[in-house]
């Protein structure tokens, strides 16, 4: 499977990005598999529901199932957050892994960039950032620097790295 990031300081675009490459990419007929890190405690189930009681009382693993979907929630309990590579093992191959965040792994990225947050450029510390989607212009780059807006653009410069 090909895989290819976007990074980015928190509120710098990096979900809508995300959520618009999935589109263009699934719409010019590729299937996509997203990845998302959380740096925090999250749910996905809620308070009361079956799946979350069963959680809470001690399930390793608990696995719903409908119609339209399934999903599979395991709880590493003491165990160490899984690498991406590992992961990425758990996936039903594709065309494109699109990984938003992760920003520390060597797989290739695009950084999302918003002027407001006043966060510095990942970029210039990080040769695995390919290309920058920003709402700025910044000159002094030699890699690629997209509108963030520009999600056709992306999605091309991203195809053609990974070879689709």
């Known amino acids: 499977m090909r895989i290819f990031g976007i990074v980015g300081w928190k509120n710098s675009g990096k979900t809508g990005l995300m959520e618009r ?3 263009e990419i699934t719409g010019r007929g590729f299937s996509v598999s997203t990845i998302k890190h ?13 799946s979350y009681r069963h959680r809470v009382a001690g399930a390793r693993e608990v696995l719903l199932s409908s119609g339209n979907r399934w999903a599979l929630m395991h709880e ?12 990425l093992e758990k996936l039903t191959p594709v ?3 699109l990984v938003e965040g992760y920003k520390r792994d060597t797989h290739y990225k695009v950084e999302a ?5 006043g966060q510095p450029l990942i970029a210039r510390d990080d040769d695995t950032i390919r290309a920058i989607a920003s709402d700025e212009e ?4 030699s890699i690629p620097v997209f509108d963030l807006d520009d999600t056709k653009a992306v999605a091309d410069f991203i195809l053609s790295q990974v070879g689709l």
Request: avoid cysteine; aromatic fraction near 4%; hydrophobic fraction near 30%.
């Open 21 to 23: 490459l999935v589109a």
């Open 38 to 50: 959380a740096h925090h405690t999250f749910d996905v189930d809620q308070s009361g529901k079956d």
């Open 76 to 87: 590493l309990r003491d165990e160490e957050e899984p690498k991406l590579g590992t992961l």
């Open 95 to 97: 065309d494109l892994v």
């Open 113 to 117: 960039h918003r002027r407001e947050t």
């Open 138 to 141: 910044l000159p002094d780059f």
